[in-house]
Each structure stands twice: as C-alpha cells, then as structure tokens.
C-alpha cells in the first residue's frame, strides 16, 4: 500500500513536499502512533524521488519530533506524551509510565532571596530562602518542555539535591507535594523558548502552571513548564458528580 503521490505542478522542493505528505499522513492518522514508517528505499521507489529526497523528508520529521529513529529498528512514527490531570505525577514518572526515557538538560541551579512574585506564590515571607532550578526537558532524545521552578529552601538540603527528578529529591527530604493546584494555557514559544526546544518561535505550547503544597498546608514548589504543543496532550477521566 503507498501513501500517496506528490503534485506534479508543486513548485517547492521535493523533500519538502515529502515531508508535508508523510506529515499529513500522520496528523490525519494514516500512519499510526508507534507505526514504523516504510524503509527509505521504499518510500523512494512510491514517490518517485531519490533516497537523499527521503532522507531529508524523515531528517526533517525527527527534528520536529513527529518521527524517531531506534537504532537497528527503523524510523517510527513518535508516540505523544499523554498526561493525565488528576494525578499527581512528575515529568519523570509521565513519561517512565509510557514508555519514555526522562532526562534533562540544565539550564540553571541556584539559591538566593525570595522575589515579591516568588513570595506571593509560594506564601513566603520576605528575605526567606528558595531555590530555583531551570531545565528542559526530553523524552528519550525529543525535547518535551522547559520547566522553572522555585522551592522553598525548607523543602531541600541544597540545590544539588536534585541531579534528575525534583520530586525523587522532595521525596527523600519528606517533602513531595500531596496537593497542587494547576493552571493550563495556551502559548506562542517566543524566539528563546523556540531554540531551547529546537521549535519555531510562535509554535504552539501548553502552559502548566503548578503550585505544590504540603500536608500541613506550606508550599512545595511553584513550577512554571512550557511543554511542546506538538507532543504533549493532557487526557482527563471526568465523573458525573450530580
Ligand atoms: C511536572 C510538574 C512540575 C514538577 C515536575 C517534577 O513537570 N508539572 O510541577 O516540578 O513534574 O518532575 P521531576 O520529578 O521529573 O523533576
């Protein structure tokens, strides 16, 4: 079965055409989460072009995290991250639980004074000491999301207690968030971001704001995360409570 042909009178590169066709296919769900995409000999021969064309069309689905390479598998359609929102969860735990591998890149670590915003956010008299940590973050090699976020210096020995998940290190200090409130919205990546995430500045992403507290009501965390509108989506199981 071929998954189509490309327009004879399209002025744009072929690869570039390629790559729009194997994107369509995807978005409209022709080829399948998990699916491996046909070997590149293969897709050459169905549309007629050279196995450079074909390379330069996956190269460019993989940089937009649409398609992942295994090594010694093959080029396969890349599973979005789903996240359930009722659960308190971390990054890490997410995408363990679906079969991704975390890992961060740092940014930032460090320790100073609560700002006003901090403070308000996080119920903190003034001069009180936080900790702020700037990552992004990847599923196995694709990035998912930059994440700050601030924590109450009583939450932490230091800020080098957390090498990869903040909430392992909250966990073993006894202060893993029991409660958050959540906000979503809907962005625009500005230039920055864009780089960081390896997107184009104005690519959608969800804002997920999370303010984390404690069982006896002090605050954990207040985490800010951008996350990639193109591979995350948040499902959540709703209950008729009339
Ligand atoms: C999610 C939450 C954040 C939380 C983070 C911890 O991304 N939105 O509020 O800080 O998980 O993840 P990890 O323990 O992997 O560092």
């Known amino acids: 079965e071929t998954i189509g042909r490309l327009a004879k009178d399209d002025p744009a590169p072929l690869y570039l055409q390629l790559q729009r066709h194997l994107r369509d296919a995807i978005q409209s769900r022709h080829l399948h989460q998990d699916d491996a995409i046909p070997p590149e000999r293969d897709l050459a021969e169905d549309f007629e072009v050279s196995r450079i064309t074909v390379r330069k069309a996956i190269d460019g689905l993989v940089s937009e995290g649409l398609l992942t390479r295994r090594r010694g598998a093959g080029t396969f359609v890349a599973s979005r991250v789903e996240k359930s929102f009722s ?22 670590k460090s320790a100073g004074a609560v700002t006003p915003e901090e403070s308000l956010s996080l119920g903190l008299s003034p001069g009180a000491l936080v900790y702020r940590f700037h990552r992004v973050r990847f599923a196995d090699s694709t990035t998912m999301a930059l994440e700050y976020s601030t924590i109450p210096g009583y939450c932490l020995a230091s800020p080098e207690a ?24 809907a962005v625009a990546f500005n230039a920055e971001q864009a780089e960081r995430l390896g997107v184009k500045p104005g690519d959608p992403g969800l804002f997920i704001e999370r303010r984390g507290f404690l069982q006896d009501g002090r605050a954990a965390e207040f985490t800010q995360s951008y996350y990639r509108g193109d591979a995350y989506d948040v499902v959540a199981e709703l209950n008729d409570i009339s």
């Open 162 to 185: 957390v090498t990869s998940s903040l909430y392992d290190a909250l966990e073993k200090t006894g202060h893993r968030p029991v409660r958050a409130l959540q906000r979503l919205r």
């Open 87 to 108: 659960k308190l969860s971390s990054f890490s735990e997410d995408m363990i639980s679906r079969g991704r591998k975390p890992h961060s890149e740092w940014v930032s």
